[in-house]
Nanobody, 125 residues
Framework: VQLVESGGGLVQPGGSLRLSCTAS????????MGWFRQAPGKEREGVSC????????WYADSVEGRFTISRDNAKNTLYLQMNSLEVDDTAVYYC???????????????????WGQGTQVTVSP
Protein backbone atom coordinates (compact mmCIF):
# COMPACT_ATOMS: atom_id res chain seq x y z
CA VAL A 1 0.00 0.00 0.00
CA GLN A 2 1.29 3.45 -0.87
CA LEU A 3 -0.20 6.83 -0.08
CA VAL A 4 1.47 9.84 -1.67
CA GLU A 5 0.57 13.36 -0.61
CA SER A 6 1.17 16.45 -2.71
CA GLY A 7 0.14 20.08 -2.89
CA GLY A 8 1.84 21.46 0.18
CA GLY A 9 3.84 24.66 0.14
CA LEU A 10 4.29 28.16 1.49
CA VAL A 11 1.29 30.47 1.55
CA GLN A 12 0.39 33.74 3.23
CA PRO A 13 -2.33 33.95 5.89
CA GLY A 14 -5.73 34.02 4.23
CA GLY A 15 -4.49 32.02 1.28
CA SER A 16 -5.55 28.62 -0.01
CA LEU A 17 -3.95 25.29 -0.82
CA ARG A 18 -5.32 22.01 -2.11
CA LEU A 19 -3.69 18.83 -0.89
CA SER A 20 -3.99 15.56 -2.78
CA CYS A 21 -3.32 12.01 -1.66
CA THR A 22 -3.07 9.32 -4.32
CA ALA A 23 -3.43 5.74 -3.15
CA SER A 24 -2.15 2.53 -4.70
CA UNK A 25 -2.01 -1.09 -3.63
CA UNK A 26 -5.44 -1.03 -2.02
CA UNK A 27 -9.10 -1.06 -3.02
CA UNK A 28 -9.65 2.63 -2.49
CA UNK A 29 -13.44 2.59 -2.39
CA UNK A 30 -13.50 0.21 0.59
CA UNK A 31 -11.33 2.48 2.73
CA UNK A 32 -12.15 5.29 5.07
CA MET A 33 -9.70 8.15 4.54
CA GLY A 34 -8.40 10.84 6.84
CA TRP A 35 -6.13 13.86 6.99
CA PHE A 36 -3.94 14.47 10.00
CA ARG A 37 -1.28 17.05 10.79
CA GLN A 38 1.67 17.48 13.08
CA ALA A 39 3.15 20.85 13.96
CA PRO A 40 6.67 21.21 15.37
CA GLY A 41 6.74 20.21 19.02
CA LYS A 42 3.13 19.01 18.99
CA GLU A 43 1.41 15.69 18.75
CA ARG A 44 -0.23 14.58 15.53
CA GLU A 45 -3.88 15.59 15.43
CA GLY A 46 -6.87 14.78 13.30
CA VAL A 47 -7.98 17.32 10.74
CA SER A 48 -10.75 15.63 8.80
CA CYS A 49 -12.04 12.26 7.69
CA UNK A 50 -14.32 10.94 4.99
CA UNK A 51 -16.31 7.74 4.66
CA UNK A 52 -15.65 5.36 1.80
CA UNK A 53 -18.56 6.66 -0.26
CA UNK A 54 -17.86 10.27 0.59
CA UNK A 55 -21.16 10.86 2.35
CA UNK A 56 -19.97 11.18 5.94
CA UNK A 57 -17.38 13.68 7.09
CA TRP A 58 -15.80 14.92 10.28
CA TYR A 59 -13.76 18.09 10.80
CA ALA A 60 -11.71 19.30 13.73
CA ASP A 61 -13.21 22.41 15.31
CA SER A 62 -10.14 24.39 14.33
CA VAL A 63 -10.70 23.85 10.59
CA GLU A 64 -14.51 23.58 10.40
CA GLY A 65 -15.83 25.95 7.76
CA ARG A 66 -12.39 26.55 6.23
CA PHE A 67 -11.31 23.08 5.03
CA THR A 68 -13.21 20.69 2.78
CA ILE A 69 -12.38 17.01 2.37
CA SER A 70 -13.39 15.09 -0.73
CA ARG A 71 -12.46 12.00 -2.70
CA ASP A 72 -12.56 10.70 -6.24
CA ASN A 73 -12.81 6.93 -6.06
CA ALA A 74 -12.29 6.63 -9.81
CA LYS A 75 -8.89 8.29 -9.42
CA ASN A 76 -7.97 6.70 -6.08
CA THR A 77 -7.40 10.20 -4.76
CA LEU A 78 -8.28 12.07 -1.58
CA TYR A 79 -8.30 15.87 -1.42
CA LEU A 80 -8.21 18.56 1.22
CA GLN A 81 -9.16 22.04 0.10
CA MET A 82 -7.80 24.50 2.64
CA ASN A 83 -9.07 28.08 2.56
CA SER A 84 -8.52 31.06 4.86
CA LEU A 85 -5.29 29.52 6.06
CA GLU A 86 -3.89 30.67 9.38
CA VAL A 87 -0.38 30.61 10.82
CA ASP A 88 -1.55 27.88 13.22
CA ASP A 89 -2.30 25.62 10.26
CA THR A 90 1.45 25.26 9.67
CA ALA A 91 2.29 21.56 9.95
CA VAL A 92 3.18 18.43 8.08
CA TYR A 93 -0.05 17.02 6.69
CA TYR A 94 -0.54 13.28 6.38
CA CYS A 95 -3.22 11.24 4.70
CA UNK A 96 -4.25 7.90 6.13
CA UNK A 97 -6.41 4.98 5.07
CA UNK A 98 -8.10 2.08 6.76
CA UNK A 99 -10.51 -0.55 5.46
CA UNK A 100 -14.06 0.16 6.56
CA UNK A 101 -17.22 -1.02 4.85
CA UNK A 102 -19.35 1.04 7.22
CA UNK A 103 -20.85 4.44 6.56
CA UNK A 104 -18.76 6.36 9.09
CA UNK A 105 -15.21 7.64 9.26
CA UNK A 106 -12.64 7.69 12.06
CA UNK A 107 -11.28 10.84 13.65
CA UNK A 108 -8.67 8.96 15.70
CA UNK A 109 -5.30 8.28 14.17
CA UNK A 110 -5.17 4.94 15.98
CA UNK A 111 -7.88 3.54 13.69
CA UNK A 112 -5.78 3.93 10.54
CA UNK A 113 -3.57 1.23 9.07
CA UNK A 114 -1.79 3.03 6.24
CA TRP A 115 -0.04 6.40 6.17
CA GLY A 116 1.60 8.65 3.64
CA GLN A 117 4.95 10.34 4.09
CA GLY A 118 3.47 13.79 4.62
CA THR A 119 3.57 17.14 2.87
CA GLN A 120 4.67 20.40 4.48
CA VAL A 121 2.24 23.29 4.71
CA THR A 122 3.70 26.58 5.91
CA VAL A 123 1.52 29.62 6.48
CA SER A 124 3.60 32.72 7.00
CA PRO A 125 3.29 36.47 6.31
Amino acid sequence: VQLVESGGGLVQPGGSLRLSCTASGLTFETHTMGWFRQAPGKEREGVSCLSRRGDKTWYADSVEGRFTISRDNAKNTLYLQMNSLEVDDTAVYYCAATPNLGTWCYSSQYEYDHWGQGTQVTVSP
